[in-house]
């Protein structure tokens, strides 16, 4: 498996910006790295998935336009912006690795590496 470890995470003001990280303990290369969030009472769900040929592949229609899904090899980390955030974007955000050759899916149970999670949560 692949050590991973999610950070940025915060309080923001709706209408705000984060931007998460992913960073990785092993070659970030072999693997496709999915962001995933679970919110208090809701299942797990996939937001933006990062294949290992660098296409990145959307599972929620209502982050679109606001989030972007980003890598960097060199520095083994993978990124999620995040912008325009509202209420409902409020959870526990994870990032998974699966070193299939297409590893992106929108099922938590393929994913076998997974980080932490970092708290998001946007209030005013």
């Known amino acids: ?19 998460l990280s992913c960073a990785a303990s092993g070659t970030l290369a072999d693997y496709s790295i999915g962001w995933f969030r679970q919110a208090p009472g809701k299942e797990r769900e996939a937001v933006y998935c990062l294949t290992k040929s660098g296409t990145t592949v959307n599972y929620a229609d209502s982050v679109k336009g606001r ?7 060199a520095k083994q980390t993978v990124f999620l912006q995040m912008n325009s955030l509202k209420s409902e974007d409020s959870a526990i955000y994870y990032c998974a690795a699966a070193r299939r050759r297409f590893g992106c899916t929108a099922n938590a149970r393929l994913f076998p590496s997974w ?9 005013s």
């Open 1 to 19: 498996q692949l050590q991973l470890v999610e950070s940025g995470g915060g309080l923001v003001q709706p209408g705000g910006s984060l931007r």
């Open 67 to 73: 989030f972007t899904i980003s890598g960097d090899i």
């Open 115 to 123: 980080g932490q999670g970092t708290q998001v949560t946007v209030s």
